[in-house]
């Protein structure tokens, strides 16, 4: 017995000595330090230009027959206008309706082509809230420091600062090396489906093959990342997967004053709670197990003791992660029930009653598995499952080793600063780059705009805003990367 108890005391400090050793080399591998930034771009005129660039209303109706088409052709006239040496040098075309599609001709035509993304399109301004804003929506007003309007977050600041760059690159006569894409689609808010996916569609029906695509989707984040006091740039190497599914239960109706033991209400009822009974499982891997190396290497001494033993620890946190519906979102797929139908008539019992159930799948699981899952959770044949619209699987893993990811990762560092620390990262929304993987191995989802907690409540919602310094940089950001691409 004391033999047992004297083997158990050892077995504890041997795991504790790995614990602490470990901990103990886990250190950040920061890039090294890179040649300060020599960047020749108009920042003066920069901001006036996305000013004026938000007041036009560009917004995405999710009824797209609604849409205001001619407020795009206004932003088309203004980027005409604004940036005409851009205009000049670089082939330009109109795809699905108000997507557009410009084209750099590379000086080598045996190297892969660049692909850099942004949308036009904006999401309305929710009824009712309009006098909330301190500056009208769509007035265009630079004040106090910073740059008001709907899209000044998402996704304007990436059209007006890569046309900017753009405009300030061909000015000084730069050449690139590898002909460079600009795709500005017109609909992202509303899937993509006739902008990016045709223009996807386009450059795959012309053979492109591209070494790397920058959209929207990551960002610089500060204050965001839990136990990390650096801010953190982070980039989207992967994105979830859409699928929303229909439950419908049929049953004879009737009259409310004599009904049967279950009613189709009640036995749908059944099916929801079932599937929130039986959550699809966690996986603490792939991209959340990259995000959580880069993120613990980046903690205190403390939290460095968990994430640099994910061995013994990684139940613990997965735990705790499933304990938060932000951290939950990136360690598994998602079940949210959003709309539900019964009766018409609160004495009449439902001849029908559905439910829609939407799901984010992580890139561990895939349409089909999610599917199999439904009908398993709720194993009732009473319950027609059926998926609805056009799902969508998570996408692949770009990698973070290619040569793309570290100039992306080096030009982040050069244009934010040194404290600045880059993490690769899974984007649980979803973005127009999903439809971009067949053209790239290296797609990756990184916006240069600076977010508190606070800017990601006026993203989609009120006072959308982004300060004229990070404007700028944001510019400098972009005309550094196209001018680095070079180096590729
Ligand atoms: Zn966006």
Redesign the pocket.
Known sequence: MKKLFLAFIVLIVVVAAIVVVRALMFTAERPQSVPSLDVKVNTDSSAPHLATALSIPTVSNQDAAKTDTAAFRRLHAFLAETYPTMHTNLQHEVVGGYSLLFRWQGGDTTLKPALLM??QDVVPVVPGTEQEWTHPPFGGKIDSGYIWGRGAL??KA?VIGICEAVEALTKTGFQPKRTIYLSFGHD??ISGVSGAVNIAALLKQRGVQCEYVLD??GIVAHGIVPNVSAPVALIGISEKGYLSVELRVISAGGHSSMPPPNTAVGILSHAIAALEDHQMPAHVDGVTETFLDRMGRETSFGYKLVFANMWLFAPLVERLMAANPTSNASIRTTTAPTMLAGSPKENVLPIMATAVVNFRISPSDNVAAVLEHVKNAINDPRVKIRALGSPSEPSPISDVQSTSYKLLERTITQVFGGDHVVMPYLVVGA??ARYFTGLSANVYRF?PNIMTSEDLQR?HGTNERISVTNFQQAVKFYYQIIRVTNEL
Do not use: I, P, Y
């Open positions: 942004a949308h998402d996704d990436g992202e808010e929207e989707g973005t127009d916006l993203v």
